[in-house]
């Protein structure tokens, strides 16, 4: 096996598919280019971006135009850029970067938007303090509203003026955080007889306050309020600050895009051809968005190409478009390869009969056999154990090393936060209020190698211990650590001193490290405060250690009952826990997010393989998957006929298919299934996909 002989027939049908896309591209013919896992999709786009340099480049030049390329994550961009070599027309960049630069010049219009969200999310909060009659709300309300009109306004003032008070008290039990007021709320008739809605009436005050005193500012074109930022390092908005982030920004680019025709015009004129890689994993909004261009071109007769690459059998996010992009952006030419240059023909047998569709896939080599595929099934007590000899078999079977590494794909949260090394951390998360109802988050929010997908939580801690690592590290450059807007305005003595200030910041525990930024915040200059704020990115009220631990315990636990003392000390004392753990296990965890593991077994969550490959693969698998008992007991069930399934189970059983086409086409060479459960009930789906299986135990 060494995958290498190209055969002649198969490489003319390629150059083929190929052309049909340069053929699109000169008729400016929107397309959409399916492609199986190792087909060459990333080659594909690669030289269609090259094809338009070539061919278009000169005019693009002179025009002042570019060719943009929009891609899911840093990673893939910098692939892309790596493979593409310098071009001064071709702009690479991702899906949020390239929104942004299209709607950040429009202060004006931004404002718009940006003032109309505000006033909208305002309305809401009014009516929620005042008259809204969800059950669920009304009794969150209900002690403010049963106050007098004269009593409330007393209220507000009182409150406005204790936000110290409040914000230091936060984290308290009931009886505690009652005594820091001491008794002065008694005239406001049952105001905290319930603590938990006392903090949800109070919060939402803030922030009714926060956001009229914003669109007052805006109204007098204040000069702190005549623009808006996007903040690519959180998942949270401030709006009031003007601040907002990730999903925020791509409704403001489609509310732009949809409200101003010039707006369109002017980013088709400037980019007259878009080519979106990955595009099943790309927002729906985003693709609206893609329409709304192409129409207004075609509407003022203006050239403009829009080429999706991508595979909807590749769709693992919730919220991708996956197969629905042709029924948000019509008329797209359908252009399909059927090649593999990945995997041994032994690998591509099984994923086709995962895939099941219209694209089946055949190796473009005529040496592509000497792979090896085999499914394993165990019932062992103890899998952790189980799971730790398997891969010792394959590490001592085919000679893994630090040059030839083995990569195991974990199909269960839990199992690959204990073999990855930050097992507590992941325990404390899951056991949270806001994990147990949503567990379905927990994968992208705490685990994925997308930083964007990070959860408000995660992404806070993944910037705290980014800042620990970065001060430690002597290498650092100062453009990495700080802003622009603090070192360009700094001289280098002043940089000197707040350098000697950050590396004061230390802990062996998150605990100890947070109370180390926390005092250096509470006494340090304005340029330490700017840094500090930067990293943690919350209002200057919760940049303390106590507002910190009680934003970061409503956040987990956002139905907290602060009356029961059991609950508040349960939640409270995990979240103690989790603060106390040693600032290794959360460095094991920043690690696995930005895929620097370094031994020679490899861990992955299916997430984390995406467009990447392996020579050795193990997967290990077992009916649940999450909180879904039976996701793969299910699949195997129905792989052999899915025909009679409802709506319901057919999306179900769509998306675990995804999942396991995904996982098992990141093998090039040598595929190992392991199963750790009980298979009798489904073997024929198994064997339908797989072929024999084989009976595992290791003792």
Request: charged content about 25%; glycine content about 4%; aromatic content about 12%.
């Amino acid at each position: 096996m060494s995958l290498t002989v190209i055969a002649e027939d198969f490489i003319n049908e390629e150059n083929s598919i190929q052309k049909e896309i340069y053929d699109s591209i000169d008729k400016n013919e929107n397309i959409i280019f399916n492609a199986g896992a190792g087909a060459g999709k990333t080659y594909a786009l690669i030289e269609s971006l090259k094809y338009i340099i070539n061919n278009y480049g000169s005019k693009l030049q002179k025009h002042n135009q570019k060719v943009v390329c929009i891609t899911y994550t840093n990673v893939a961009v910098d692939e892309i850029k790596e493979r593409l070599g310098y071009s001064d027309v071709a702009d690479v960049s991702t899906i949020h970067e390239k929104l942004w630069s299209f709607i950040r010049q429009h202060q004006k219009e931004l404002l718009i938007v940006h003032t109309n969200k505000i006033k909208a999310d305002l309305q809401e909060l009014i009516r929620n303090l005042n008259e809204n009659e969800d059950v669920e709300i009304e009794k969150t309300y209900r002690t403010y509203r049963n106050l007098s009109a004269e009593l409330q306004a007393s209220f507000k003032d009182y409150i406005i003026d204790k936000k110290d008070v409040f914000y230091k008290a936060y984290s308290r039990n009931a009886s505690g955080f009652r005594g820091a007021f001491n008794g002065e709320l008694e005239c406001y008739e049952n105001i905290l007889k319930s603590v938990a809605n006392f903090k949800k009436v109070v919060s939402t005050i803030y922030k009714i306050e926060n956001y009229k005193y914003c669109l007052q500012k805006i109204e007098e074109k204040d000069d702190d309020y005549t623009a808006v930022r996007y903040d690519s390092k959180f998942n949270s908005d401030i709006l009031h600050k003007m601040l907002f982030s990730h999903d925020t920004l791509i409704e403001y680019a489609f509310e732009m895009v949809k409200k101003y025709d010039l707006l369109k015009q002017i980013i088709g004129d400037c980019h007259p051809f878009i080519l979106i890689d990955e595009y099943q994993d790309t927002s729906p909004r985003v693709i609206e968005i893609m329409q709304l261009l192409s129409a207004h071109s075609l509407k003022i007769n203006h050239n403009l190409f829009i080429g999706y690459f991508g595979d909807k059998a590749q769709n693992i996010y919730d919220d991708g478009v996956g197969s629905n992009i042709t029924s948000l952006h019509s008329g797209l030419r359908n252009i399909k390869k059927r090649f593999n240059r990945r995997s041994t023909s032994e690998v591509i047998s099984v994923i086709n009969k995962i895939r099941a569709d219209e694209i089946e896939q055949e190796s473009i080599y005529e040496d592509c056999t000497g792979g090896s595929v085999k499914f394993y099934h165990s019932q062992a007590v103890n899998k952790k154990e189980e799971i730790d000899a398997f891969v010792s078999k394959y590490v001592d079977e085919w000679n893994i090393n630090n040059d030839k590494k083995l990569h195991c794909l974990v199909l269960t949260n839990k199992l690959i936060a204990e073999l990855s090394g930050f097992a507590e951390l992941y325990s404390i998360f899951s056991g949270s209020q806001y994990y147990k109802k949503n567990f379905q988050y927990i994968n992208t929010e705490l685990l994925s190698n997308d930083l964007g997908k990070l959860g408000v939580v995660p992404s806070v801690l993944y910037q705290i211990i980014k800042l620990k690592i970065l001060l430690e590290n002597p290498k650092t450059p100062l453009t990495t650590l700080l802003s622009k807007e603090v070192y360009s305005s700094l001289s280098f003595a002043e940089l000197k001193v707040l350098l000697q200030q950050l590396k004061l910041i230390t802990g062996d525990n998150l605990n100890t490290f947070l109370y180390s930024i926390f005092n250096l915040y509470a006494l340090g200059d304005n340029n330490v405060k700017k840094v500090i704020h930067e990293v943690i990115g919350l209002d200057k009220e919760k940049l303390s250690y106590d507002a910190f631990f009680g934003y970061v315990l409503d956040q987990l636990n956002p139905n907290l009952d602060y009356e029961d003392k059991t609950e508040y000390n349960s939640e409270k004392e995990k979240l103690e826990a989790l603060f106390a753990l040693d600032i290794e296990e959360y460095e094991r965890w920043y690690n696995f997010i930005n895929d620097r593991q370094d031994s020679e077994v490899i861990y992955h969550t299916y997430h984390g393989t995406k467009g990447i490959e392996f020579n050795n693969v193990i997967i290990i698998m077992e009916n649940s998957f999450g909180r879904d008992k039976r996701k793969f007991l299910n699949y195997f069930s129905d792989v052999i006929d899915p025909s009679g399934l409802g709506d319901d189970a057919k999306c179900k059983f769509e998306n675990t298919k995804n999942l396991l086409y995904v996982s098992c086409s990141r093998a090039i060479k040598n595929l190992r299934v392991l199963y750790l459960d009980d298979i009798s009930t489904f073997t024929a789906g198994v064997e339908h996909v797989f072929g024999e299986t084989h009976n595992y135990t290791s003792s």
